[in-house]
């Protein structure tokens, strides 16, 4: 058996995921302002920025469950938030997410976990179901766990579950909120592994919301940096490319570890 | 005169007080259990994953609660019937000379099918109050633990004070019905 060939980004490619304009805020607190990027076919987008900088407000905005300020987010043209909601709940079952928290369902297995979306969403039958949902945890390396509770294992394999489920619909959108959270140093290098087979293997675009700088150079394929103190998009480009040559000091402070004397 | 000891317990037992002790139980017991459970799901982001999932927690989450509250409150509810009849009972022989065959012929006499009909359309008012109060506070909480406690809490107040609202309406109800 050979190995699929790698999908490579399409640079060329019309943008799977297209931010215009964009306000986010609760209330009237505004967390960041005019936010515009694009995130092209089979990219690893990395969303990178301190704490409280509006990483995972900008991930929530992006799947749907908070509403921006101004602007609008496109999923292959098509506008997240003025479609209505069963457009846009069309335009979110081609995306998985893997949430900070993890947020798998504690009340089911973890192969429950991820049969009930196969459940909800797909015609197969109940003992392809259970084997479809086996060879996802199989593909994050959990098999023989299929019938634990999500309390019943450890951070990591936690983590991995909550993949499988995101993959559970073979997504063409991956979204990760801190996906590197909890994990030690060798399962956040395997955890960037998994990420780069399921984009090169079958071209899942996947955008990662991290302050962790290792995986940000192992993975990103192109970034955006979010700023607190002065609520904006500060730089975008390729993350070795932002780490080689920083458009302004706060951007290298972050990159580099190193505070900005005051 | 103590022979309508039989007839205090049993008809009101049987259309009203043994609804609302049952109510009362569910609200601090069922109410809080829902509103911490859906509290304790938003905390962990698995409402969200639901919603993102395309799966409606409404559907998923409270529906279920809701039919086993409506269809349990009642069962719990003649079993709470029953008990409240067993201690009037017990009160009539031991504190007020009744003999049990008294109280249990005077019983049989007076309360009526519809006495029980009326405490179980009760009951199952009580029980959608109490499992939409548990639920709506449990989808409103907050996202830190303490939130989950106040969610619990406002819980079992919004329920009892709904089942006492319902209840007085009910008694309304069905005194212009004439039942």
């Known amino acids: ?262 | 005169m103590q022979i309508f000891v039989a007839d205090v317990v049993g008809v009101a037992v049987a259309q009203e007080v043994g609804a609302l002790m049952t109510a009362i139980l569910l609200a601090g017991r069922t109410g809080a259990a829902f509103a911490a459970q859906l509290g304790s799901m938003q905390v962990k982001e698995e409402i969200d994953a639901l919603t993102t999932a395309g799966i409606s927690p409404v559907q998923f989450l409270v529906l279920p609660r809701v039919l086993a509250l409506v269809l349990m409150t009642p069962v719990l509810t003649i079993y709470a019937d029953l008990f409240a009849m067993l201690g009037g009972g017990l009160v009539a022989i031991t504190m007020l000379d009744l003999s049990a065959t008294a109280y249990v012929v005077r019983l049989v006499q007076v309360v009526s099918i519809s006495d029980f009909g009326m405490g179980l359309v009760r009951a199952s008012v009580f029980g959608v109050l109490i499992a939409m109060a548990g639920c709506l506070r449990g989808m409103q909480s907050g996202r830190s633990a303490s939130a989950v406690g106040l969610a619990a809490t406002s819980a079992v107040v919004t329920s009892l004070v709904l089942t006492i609202i319902a209840d007085g309406l009910l008694s309304v109800i069905f005194h212009v019905l004439r039942l």
């Open chain 1, 1 to 262: 058996m050979t190995s699929p060939s790698p999908v490579p980004p399409m640079p060329d490619a019309p943008p799977r995921i297209e931010v215009v304009d964009l306000d986010m805020a609760y209330g009237g607190f505004v967390i960041q302002r005019n936010l515009h990027f694009t995130v092209r076919p089979a990219e690893i987008f990395v969303v990178m920025g301190g704490s409280g900088s509006g990483k995972s407000t900008l991930l929530r905005l992006l799947i749907g469950l908070k509403a921006p300020a101004r602007g609008d987010v496109f999923y292959d043209g098509q506008s997240l938030w003025t479609a209505d909601p069963a457009e846009r709940e069309a335009m979110m079952r081609r995306v998985g997410v893997v949430y900070q928290s993890n947020a798998l369902w504690s009340s089911l297995t973890l192969s429950e976990n991820v049969a009930l979306l196969l459940e909800e969403f797909t015609d197969l039958g109940e003992q392809e179901i259970r084997d479809a949902a086996a060879l996802k945890l199989a593909l994050v390396g959990l098999a023989g766990f299929e019938d634990f509770y999500p309390s019943e294992v450890s951070g990591g394999m936690e983590k991995r579950a909550a993949l499988a489920r995101a993959l559970a619909l073979d997504p063409e959108i991956l979204f990760l909120d801190e996906p590197s959270t909890g994990l030690d140093p060798i399962n956040a290098r395997l955890l960037d592994d998994l990420i780069l087979d399921l984009r090169d293997g079958l071209g899942t675009t996947v955008v990662v919301v991290t302050h962790d700088l290792a995986s940000i150079q192992a993975i990103g394929d192109n970034a955006v940096f979010l700023d607190s103190e002065t609520k904006t998009m500060m730089a975008q480009g390729h993350p070795k490319a932002l780490l080689a040559d920083p458009p302004n000091p706060r951007v290298k402070a972050f990159l580099t570890r190193e505070p900005i004397a005051r």
